[in-house]
Every structure is written in structure tokens, then in C-alpha cells.
């Protein structure tokens, strides 16, 4: 705070008049925010953003940005391939550690094991994750289409699910504009580079240029796991995140964790524009699958491990932390860099 004291006259000398301080009162307290403040666009439809700025560190920022501060950091948690009715150990395990973590959940898809049924979502993911139904935002995985339409998933989270003909939409969180899409290209027209989803995604990025970018899906297009491994179907998608600057994507379907260095769509490691992928499929489902040989540039991995990834989401970066469930000691940790 600047102080501005008026000129005394030179006669005076028994009292000096008290400098008078000029300025605004800085706002030192953080306000506490809803768990999710987020401007949704479901399927192309905007609403206004509530984002707030940080330290000018990184493109595109303002001249004259606010003092950085830890109250614009959010934070983003959460796995895929959750909870298998009978036998939920997993899953409370996971939400164990998502009860100590604030902010939005994540739900990357297979979250009621076998067919994500209206019973299964009730009975099976609602005493589990679903205490954090009102703060999540999930994306659909192949198991939710066992039951028609993905209509027991549609049914449990409701609008916060997106459009239910497609499953894929997009939210600000913080800074950050985050983008859950629908990797059962068959139920939505497809995902190749003409399909509706894929020219949803390039209008929504285009429209929403923000200087850090996440994505999630259920099916990554790179994995080490000897189930499923890596997915073509997914590389047009890829493509156009990585043409819109995307930072950021992370995926289930394989029941490991797993982190890759920034890459584009073709595999190819790219330290300036490339997309780092994680593949979260941790989430408490109870058959843990064997890792094969490890794709290029994958950094870590993990197959024995129950756990959530957590992300501190900053202005022009981000920091990553694998939780594991209690009783095991594996984690991985680091920080990227926004494009």
C-alpha cells in the first residue's frame, strides 16, 4: 500500500499532521468457492466463464494479471474402472482417499461393474463414489453401454452427464478448460475425422483458447496393458486436441496406471506441442491386469495398485500425484508446463 502525506508548511514543528494512506485494501482472504465452479457447455452450449488469472508466466496472458495465489489453483481428482458389485473393497478404497482431497471429481468410465445398470449405479458406485456425486464429472466407458443407451449412467448423474445422445461436453475449471468426451465412437456416430464429435471438439477448442487444456475418455489411445494396449479409434481425436494446444489427456479401460511423456497423435515424443498422457483405469475394479512391454515413451507404471491421480491445476502448469490406497507405498509425482 502506497502512503501520500501532504506537504506541511516549514513553520510547524510541535505537531506533525499524520500521513493519510490512499489505496484499495488488498483482498488477502481467499473466498471459499462451490466444490465445482465451472461454466458447462454441454455439447457447443457456452456459458460465460468464471475463471481467474494468475502470476504472467506462459502465452497469451494478460500484461496486467493479479499477484499470484494459491486460491486460483484448483484441483482436479478422481480414476476409472471403479466399483464391482460384491466385491467393493477397491472402490471404497479409492473414495477413502478422494474424502481428503477438495475439489472436482473425475470418473473416466466403467463405473459399475458389469453393465452400469440403474441397480448397480444405486447399490454398487452410490455408497462408494457417489458421495462425491455432486462434485463430479464423469465421461462414459463401455460398460455403461451394456445397458441401453448408457441409461442407467444418464439416469444417476443426470446433467452433469452432458448432452445423453452424445455423453461429451466441455467446463472451465479455474483456468483451465476441460473437455470429457465419448470414446464408444459406435454409440455416437463414430470418431473419425468427420464425425460430429470430433467437429463438436475442434469448435469447442477454437472457441475456448485458454492457455492450459485437459481432456479425458475412457479408451487412451496409448497403453501398456496386455488387455486392451493401445487404440487407434482414438487417434482423431487425439489429433484434434493436439491441433487445439491440448496439454493434457488421461484414460481408463486398462486396469493399471500408467504415465507418458508429451507426445503426438502418431507416438512420437514432442517436448514443445505434445500431450501427456495418463491412464488411470485404478479405480477399485477388483482384476488388475498384466503390464506388457512398455510403449515408447512411456515414463511409469504401475499394475498392483488401487489408487486416484491428482492434479493441482495452476495458471500456466500443473502438478500430477498418484494416491495409492492404503498399505502400498508406489506413487509418482511431477509437474508440466502449459504450452
Known amino acids: 500500500m502506497r502512503l501520500k502525506c501532504a506537504s506541511l508548511a516549514w513553520f510547524v514543528a510541535a505537531s506533525i499532521s499524520p500521513c493519510l494512506a490512499r489505496g484499495g485494501q488488498a483482498a488477502s482472504e481467499a473466498t471459499s468457492a462451490p466444490p465445482i465452479a465451472v461454466s458447462v457447455r454441454d455439447a457447443g452450449i457456452a456459458r460465460p466463464k468464471n475463471a481467474t488469472s494468475n502470476q ?11 499477484a499470484s495465489s494459491q486460491s486460483d489453483d484448483a484441483v482436479l481428482v478422481g480414476a476409472g474402472d471403479i466399483a464391482t458389485c460384491g466385491e467393493l473393497a477397491g472402490a471404497e478404497a479409492t473414495a477413502e482417499l478422494i474424502d481428503k482431497v477438495p475439489g472436482t471429481v473425475f470418473a473416466v468410465g466403467d463405473l459399475a461393474y458389469p453393465d452400469g445398470s440403474d441397480e448397480q449405479f444405486a447399490n454398487c458406485y ?11 464429472r464423469p465421461a462414459p466407458g463401455n460398460h455403461e453401454y451394456h445397458s ?4 442407467g449412467y444418464v439416469r444417476y448423474f443426470g446433467a452433469a452427464a452432458g448432452d445423453p445422445a452424445k455423453g461429451y461436453y466441455s467446463y472451465d475449471l479455474g483456468v483451465w478448460h476441460i473437455v470429457a468426451l ?6 455416437v456416430g463414430g470418431c473419425d475425422a468427420a464425425s460430429a464429435q470430433v467437429q463438436w471438439l475442434r469448435q469447442d477448442l477454437a472457441q475456448h483458447p485458454a492457455t ?5 475418455f475412457h479408451k487412451p489411445l496409448f497403453s501398456s496393458g496386455v488387455a486392451h494396449g493401445n487404440d487407434p479409434t482414438m487417434r482423431p481425436l487425439w489429433q484434434a486436441l493436439y491441433d487445439g494446444g491440448a496439454d493434457v489427456v488421461i484414460g481408463g479401460h486398462d486396469h493399471h496406471y500408467e504415465r507418458f511423456a508429451p507426445q503426438d497423435p502418431e ?7 505434445g500431450i501427456r498422457e495418463f491412464v488411470v483405469g485404478t479405480g477399485g475394479k477388483t482384476t488388475h491386469r498384466r503390464l506388457a512391454a512398455p510403449q515408447p515413451n512411456s515414463e511409469a507404471r504401475n499394475a498392483d495398485t488401487f489408487g486416484v491421480l491428482k492434479l493441482i491445476l495452476r495458471a500456466n ?14 506413487t509418482d509425482s511431477g509437474h508440466g508446463t502449459c504450452h
Open 56 to 66: 504472467p508466466r506462459g502465452k497469451e496472458v494478460a500484461k496486467t494479471q493479479p
Open 126 to 136: 452410490g455408497p462408494t463414489w457417489g458421495r462425491f456425486k455432486e462434485r463430479t
Open 148 to 151: 441401453d443407451g448408457a441409461s
Open 182 to 187: 465419448n470414446s464408444e465412437c459406435e454409440m
Open 212 to 216: 492450459c487444456t485437459l481432456a479425458y
Open 267 to 273: 507416438g512420437r515424443a514432442d517436448a514443445h506441442r
Open 317 to 330: 502448469s500443473y502438478e500430477w500425484s498418484f494416491l495409492p490406497e492404503a498399505g502400498r507405498t508406489f
